[in-house]
């Protein structure tokens, strides 16, 4: 969109940015493009292709893109709630990256499409559902033009949690051994997480060696079943974990599940405020305890 | 390594099952409580391992996953009442943490009876020995956690939920009706082939 | 390579009568890492811990367990043996077989083998545990006391006459608590408050002692040796300075029928009030609650409706827009001695307590308890001495004693015995006939509790010299007809029903912990029981400590006890309080956290969770000076040991020394069921 090309060249003809960090389309459909030239910035588009989740290289452990310089990163409300996180949890400077953040109507599934993709309940990322952020707040600038709300897809995410709490708790187990028996350990969940910046996660620490690191069910269950509660309050629900999962593992599922529990008994949701104080390392002296004799 | 085996909790000699507990406590309130348990001379099951931390708010769910790994049919975790821990904050930080870790253990089908949290002060030695009864008699009724321990072979292919599994919304407006129809999840993401798209 | 020593304790028959310990040792005597073992009698005793001194010389052993009773009792006693023999005391741990296993299992097969579970998870810890040096911390040489009754006022003056500052900190408006409101006291019959005044104003005149009255304890913050501590001064309306105590104020206050909380609500008192001739500091308080002025201010009268208090001041000390105000102070140790107060008679209760509805609810006038007894028989009281019952001032002929009124039931009152009233019943019986010749004392008791030195014979007295009638059994109800006290009871050695007709019953109510101990006691992070009484370190052997190393519990907020009781502990107090300060550093625990700075993202949830703010942010940077990253960093000196900075670092960058990751893996491995 002109607006956002527009904003991109100036960024970097006055010298605010040394590259903007955006999307391009491309023979493989919308991808990422670091653009550090006015020509570059061009290129850049958004369209309902433009599904990444880019807040993950802000990542202060990705020394090539900190190596670049001063950043102006293109964010949707997903995005711009995982740039806060990262602010919450003391791993980026504010001043260091520049925020442009697009109204968004709603992201297909697709981002390999050759053409922007029309939004229905069969294209819809079921992710996109309920979003509150659709005109990101934790903004320096925010182009594009406001867009209809989403459709509904053919199963929400909640949908999907509310089926399997529906299920008995062996129907459950049953279910979720024969995903996590599908996991091989690529770790790409969390390679592309934003929330994941760990110099060195848990699941690499070998003294001792707590979740076991073999793709045997039983390991892998202590990877996703840890990975899921790492995430427990700081999860922005952008999908990104399960569409890179090789395996097709509902990650997007599990994680929702626990986004749902921290609204449900801390009445916290994540949005894009860094101000705000994360549910896990916070507490009220009223705190739910019925589960506890 | 196998100790004294027709003794050991896990398999007596009239083969009942007897589980094997492993107990999370905090030093100053349930370890003392426990204690105080013991000076009363109050009886209780004897399938129970304690494992003393300095405070519920060093215990990490990782702990428990690793219990059960290593062959635990059922765990507690247990420490000071709200208000009252010694290090003033640990235990309203274990509170939440082991909240979300309830809920999550629950909705990936662990039965909650295997994971009993409790508040014991250090003045409760009768309420030590209620928790351990009643966690040692349920876990004895949901039997051995060997479901656990055995997913290191487990071999259960996603075909056989292909059923269980099927995107549905008869209504596509998304009507309460057409979603009890059958309580099913969608997979319109997750296909066997593994194509993430 | 671990070369660890491991002891089992038979404790006599404790553990030996259930556990086969030398069974357990035999099965540990394999255990990989293991280079010692055996069994023996008594650990703790001195040849026990020579055997232990002797195995680390001869089998250059590099750890120590000691399979016994609980930590909680020997493990100071066997690191210190450990460190008489040169290794590192934090290498000794001791595996609990005695109260987790020995005392509460039957079964000799069950207990040996959880016995042996027990002892080798703890030599599998062991193999983790790192050899630490204690960390030394500087102490502030100043106490404070919370609580201005007979044991806080003996505290304060221990710790000050040993040359160390006190700051004594009191609710109400003068010190003394409720021995300043008893008549005299047993088994001397000394006057109470001739005994307790000289107390009250050596410790206002003393050079070392601060007091803060009408004041309350805000906040504590902090840690032993290093406790800040905020003291709520509330608003008093007088200026401290200024007041010489000369009485004028409250001559000249209109509002002269408020009910005497000091005369325990059988006198009245003015608005500007000190709460009775002897008060220390003899400077006025101003109830704002009950005051004309702050009445119509709080209706929003445009003109004060009073003034004469301040009228009245020929020192100016009078100020009505004083408000509360807050002081700092820092201390090194904490005393509480924070008292008592009675079962309430009346009808509105506590949650949880009934009250006793057959003796009325208080409802019946003459139905009085113990403290107000003690006005009525006090010099200085409302009936200046005289035995004159509330309804109508008459002089009672027949007065009924009922024991155990809220105590000994744990059906609707407190299951424990209040330990004072028999003896002061027996003095209330005296007191009583000495004043009423021809007077009939009639007791209701369920057994007489008379311990003490001199008690016995005490209460003999008031049977035998001064004919107060025991009579063994309860009282059903109690209720007026006409102006006389029914009183319904029973005796049980003759098996009969008595009625009696007394002019005035006085019940002996149980003694509970101030209201407000709760939130005190959370203030000073001190655990307390399911009555309020706050919690000692060990019934038998640390009687006047708490679990919070450097506060110490002096008196009847700990459990109901006499005067001579508290005196007792509170100087043991100042004892441990001055041993505490008799060196300028402490040697601490060195349970701290540590930050693995080559992992830590400095995320500082660790700083954000810790409850004592020890964790800093501390940067790292190159040899250029330029700034890498920052992390987290953990001061040992303020770290507490409580671990949940390591349970909610993601990345596992933080470790407490004794509890480790590996060390609490290493316990939950051993456990695992090898078939």
Known sequence: MKELRDLARQLLTDGT???????????????????????????????????????????????????????????????????????????????????????????????????????TPETIAPRCFGCDNREPHLVDHLVGDPLPEPPAPLLTLDERVAALDALTPEERWEYWTAQFDKCVRCYACRQVCPMCVCERCVADKSRPQWIETASHPRGNFSWNVTRALHLAGRCVGCGECERFCPAGIPLATLNRKLQLVVEERYAYRVADDPEVTAPIGDFRLDDQQEFIK | MSGTSETRAGATAGGDFEPRITAFACNWCTYTGADLAGTSRLHMASNVRIIRLPCTG????????????????????????????????????????????HDLMGFVGVDPGRITFSWVSASEGAKWRNVVDEAVSKVRELGPFTAYRGLID????ADHFEGLLTAVRADPAGSEAGQTEAAQVGAAVVTDDGDPS | MSRIGIFVCHCGENIARTVDVAAVAEALRDHPGVAWSEDYKYMCSDPGQSLVRKAIEEHELTGVVVAACSPHMHEKTFRRACAAAGLNPFMCEMANIREHCSWIHEDRDEATAKAIDIARTIVEKVKHNRPLESIRIPVTKRALVVGGGIAGIQAALDIADGGHEVVLVEKEASIGGHMSQLSETFPTLDCSQCILTPRMVE???????????????????GYIGNFTVKVRKKARSVDEDLCNGCGDCQAACPAKKIPSEFEAGLGTRTAIYVPFPQAVPNIPVLDRQNCTLFKGRRKGLAKDACGKCKEACL?????????????????????????????????????????????????????????????????????????????????????????????????????????????????????????????????????????????????RRAIEEDEAEYIRGRVSRIFREGDKVKVWGFDTLSGEQVVIDADMVVLATAMRPQAGAKELAQKLNVSYDEHGFINEAHPKLRPVETNTAGVFVAGACQAPRDIPDSVAMASATAAKVMSLFSADELEREPAVAVVNETTCIGCMSCEHVCPYGAVEVKEIRGRDGALQRTVASVNPGVCQGCGTCQAVCLSKSIELETFTDEQVYAEINALAAWD
């Not at chain 3, 601060?210 to 304890?217: A, D, G, I, N, R």
């Open chain 1, 17 to 119: 940015v040394d590259v903007v960090v955006g999307w391009e389309d491309s023979p493989r459909g919308a991808r990422p493009i670091f653009a550090a030239t006015p020509d570059d910035a061009d290129k850049l588009i958004f369209d309902t292709r433009c599904l990444h989740n880019l807040a993950t290289y802000l990542n202060p452990r990705r020394k090539q893109v900190t190596d670049l310089g001063k950043l102006a990163l293109v964010v949707k409300g997903c995005d711009a709630k995982a740039v806060a996180g990262l602010l919450r949890e003391a791993q980026l400077d504010r001043d260091r990256v520049v925020l442009i953040g697009v109204r968004c109507g709603g992201v297909c599934e697709d981002s390999m499409a050759s053409e922007p993709v029309e939004l």
């Open chain 2, 58 to 101: 060093r215990i990490d769910p990782l702990f428990v996953i690793k219990a059960f790994e290593r062959g635990a049919d059922g765990v507690i975790v247990s420490g000071c009442h709200p208000a009252d821990c010694h290090y003033t904050a640990g235990n309203y930080h274990a509170r939440r943490r082991f909240a979300v870790f």
């Open chain 2, 154 to 157: 487990h071999n259960v292919s």
């Open chain 3, 203 to 221: 410790a206002y005149q003393h050079p070392n002692i601060k007091l803060h009255t009408w004041s309350e304890v805000e906040s504590v913050d």
């Open chain 3, 315 to 459: 020192r100016g000390a009078v100020d009505y827009d004083t408000e509360d105000t807050f002081v700092e102070e820092q201390v090194g140790a904490i005393v509480v001695a924070t008292g008592y107060g009675l079962y309430s008679i009346g009808r509105e209760q506590p949650e949880g307590l009934k009250g006793y509805g057959e003796y009325g609810y208080g409802e019946v006038p003459d139905v009085i308890d113990g403290l107000q007894f003690e006005r009525l028989a006090s010099a200085s009281g409302p009936t200046a001495g005289a035995i004159l019952r509330p309804s109508d001032g008459k002089e009672p002929k027949t007065v009924v004693f009922v024991h155990c009124v809220g105590s000994r039931d744990p059906e609707k009152g407190m299951s424990y015995c209040s330990k004072i009233c028999c003896m002061y019943n027996a003095k209330h019986a005296m007191l009583y006939k000495h004043k009423v010749h021809d007077g009939r004392a009639v007791a209701f008791y369920m057994d007489v509790r008379a311990a003490g030195k001199g008690y016995d014979e005490f209460s």
